[in-house]
């Protein structure tokens, strides 16, 4: 976690609303990725942004979409949440090797 | 593709005494392989990478792994288990641009 923030914290919402979760990568970088952690499993890839352009997609639904700022930070946009989108939501960018990845404290998003 | 089996879901270890956490892998190059380790309610720490430069990695917290290339292993130890150590801990090799994790290995560690 060398510089990753997340925000919020945690988060509380009810199925089919809309959250938006924020991640700034360490200070210069430039690529993004994010990972969703259901209890109990593994993370799981969602993207990666690069230079504000997605450069990898998991095998999420459309209702998952994201994007990265000039100035690298990046938010996670989920709609129309469902009960099974309550998880860990994790953040990471590279160190000097691109294939390192340093992750964040993660924003726990439970749907009612 | 690459892909690696952590062979134990859960490991009990009495404080002081050796960890070991068992991972094989499946390659058909030189994989790029890591440990990582989440305390309960968590992030991700990384705990130790796997470059061809050497066979035995040196992590931190007194982990490190070894790279086995004729047993395709890379499994973690450590000789001293602390109670600090009770995590989940993943091995997981990094493969087209993205970290691909499975379900991990619970330590647990008793006093």
């Known amino acids: 976690d060398a510089g990753v923030t997340q925000s919020p914290t945690h988060l509380i919402k009810t199925r089919g609303q809309q959250v938006t979760l924020r991640c700034s990568p360490i200070?210069?970088?430039?690529?993004v990725s994010w990972y969703q952690q259901v209890l109990g499993q593994g993370p799981q890839f969602i993207f990666q942004y690069y230079e504000k352009e997605e450069r990898g997609r998991g095998n999420f639904p459309d209702r998952f979409s994201a994007r990265q700022f000039p100035n690298y930070s990046s938010e996670l946009n989920v709609n129309a949440l469902l009960l099974g989108d309550s998880a860990l939501y994790l953040c990471?960018?590279?160190?000097?090797?691109?294939?390192?990845?340093?992750f964040g404290p993660g924003t726990r998003l439970t749907v009612l | 593709a690459q892909s690696v089996t952590q062979l134990d879901s859960h490991v009990s270890v009495s404080e002081g005494t050796p960890v070991l956490l068992r991972c094989n892998y499946s390659s058909s190059y030189s994989p790029s392989l890591f440990w990582y380790v989440q305390h309960p309610n968590k992030g991700l720490q990384l705990l130790l990478k796997?470059?061809?430069?050497?066979?035995l990695v040196k992590g931190i917290n007194g982990f490190e792994a070894e790279f086995k290339k004729s047993e395709t292993s890379f499994h973690l130890t450590k000789p001293s288990a602390h109670m600090s150590d009770a995590a989940e801990y993943f091995c997981?090799?990094?493969?087209?641009?993205?970290?691909?994790f499975g379900q991990g290995t619970e330590l647990s560690v008793k006093p």
């Open positions: 997981v090799p990094f493969q087209g641009g993205k970290l691909i």
């Open positions: 990471a960018t590279p160190g000097q090797s691109t294939d390192t990845q340093y």
């Open positions: 796997y470059t061809s430069a050497a066979t």
């Open positions: 200070s210069g970088h430039k690529s």
